[in-house]
């Protein structure tokens, strides 16, 4: 099994900043890409940004390209989402998510976390 653990969420103003990270244990071994999913009330979950472990490859969504970045630490099992420029939309639980290849859909995901909650004041 593999478990995923999400930490960093807050409150912030626009424009500020938050990271975000998550630390996977138990069978890593068995998915080469990490992300962030993301869910605002009312709303479908959605894909924010998500890369491969093993080459680093990454893809954003549109609403979040040259504000956000994913990165990896492979030694750590750890991923994170450095998210800058924060606009009040952000807002939402953001959830990291496992897969064996990018998961831009969650019907892609093998593995979730439980969830961090981010909120953006205007």
């Known amino acids: 099994q593999v478990q995923l653990v999400e930490s960093g969420g807050g409150l912030v103003q626009a424009g500020g900043s938050l990271r975000l990270s998550c630390a996977a244990s138990?069978?890593?071994?068995?998915?080469?890409?990490m992300g962030w999913f993301r869910q605002a009330p009312g709303k479908e979950r959605e894909f924010v940004a998500g890369?491969?472990?093993?080459?680093?490859?990454?893809l954003y969504a549109d609403s979040v390209r040259g504000r956000f970045t994913v990165s990896r630490d492979n030694a750590k099992n750890t991923v994170y989402l450095q998210m800058n420029s924060l606009k009040p939309e952000d807002t939402a639980v953001y959830y990291c998510?496992?897969?064996?290849?990018?998961?831009?859909?969650?019907?892609?995901?093998?593995?979730w976390g439980q969830g961090t909650q981010v909120t953006v004041s205007s």
């Open positions: 138990g069978r890593t071994f068995s998915f080469d890409a």
């Open positions: 998510a496992a897969a064996t290849a990018v998961a831009t859909r969650e019907g892609m995901v093998n593995y």
């Open positions: 890369l491969r472990k093993s080459t680093g490859t990454a």
